[in-house]
């Protein structure tokens, strides 16, 4: 991801959370390609090619899908895991920042995004060696009934932050409705 994070490309994450409950969500059964459509990747990025899906750390509970585009890639990764959308937000950001300075995740911006699932948060930091942010860092943390997601998409950092929270809420707002 590191090396991702410092070329061009835009990588897009989504950290799914599945709960062990009677049924499997749709998007469980289908896997992390079910999570975003075409049409949503191709909208916040376009010339977006078809989601290819990689299940080769099913056996970790980790699906995968990647959409290439234009500009880089979209990357959906679906699993297990149990945190508040801002606990998670907060752990994807350790590690982007300088681990020697213990102020730098303190100095992370954390928006909340109302009308979004059961709860949403956003981070849109630029890459700023004075503040101890290593690699620009654009996510949103959507949290549904029993799962959470996070998409990340770090090059939009170094866009207006506007405009980058605008892409990161619509992609959160099309991935919501599918989490379980």
Same mark, same amino acid.
């Given at each position: ?35 975003? #459509?075409?049409?949503?990747? *191709? ?5 977006? $090619? &078809? +989601?290819?899906?990689? %299940?080769?750390? /099913? ?8 959409? #290439?585009?234009?500009?880089? *890639? ?5 699993? $297990? &895991? +149990?945190?508040?959308? %801002?606990?998670? /937000? ?29 709860? /949403? ?60």
């Amino acid at each position: 991801m590191r090396q991702a994070g410092r070329r061009h490309g835009i990588v897009v994450v989504v950290w799914v959370v599945a709960a062990v409950c009677g049924g499997r969500p749709a998007a469980a059964q289908d896997g992390a390609c079910a999570l975003l #459509t075409l049409a949503d990747v *191709r909208r916040a990025f376009p010339g977006a $090619a &078809a +989601g290819q899906p990689d %299940r080769s750390l /099913a056996r970790q509970g980790i699906d995968r899908c990647t959409w #290439t585009h234009p500009n880089g *890639r979209v990357l959906v990764i679906s699993g $297990a &895991a +149990g945190e508040s959308p %801002r606990d998670e /937000a907060l752990s994807w950001m350790e590690g982007l920042v300088d681990p020697m300075r213990a102020d730098a995740v303190r100095q992370i911006r954390i928006e909340s995004i109302a009308g979004i699932g059961g709860g /949403a948060v956003a981070i849109v930091e630029p890459r700023d060696a004075a503040r101890g942010i290593l690699q620009d860092a654009a996510l949103i943390v959507v949290r549904g009934h029993t799962a959470h997601a996070t998409v990340m998409a770090g090059p939009l950092a170094r866009q207006d932050r506007a405009e980058a929270l605008r892409v990161l809420t619509a992609l959160g707002t099309a991935l919501a409705p599918r989490l379980p």
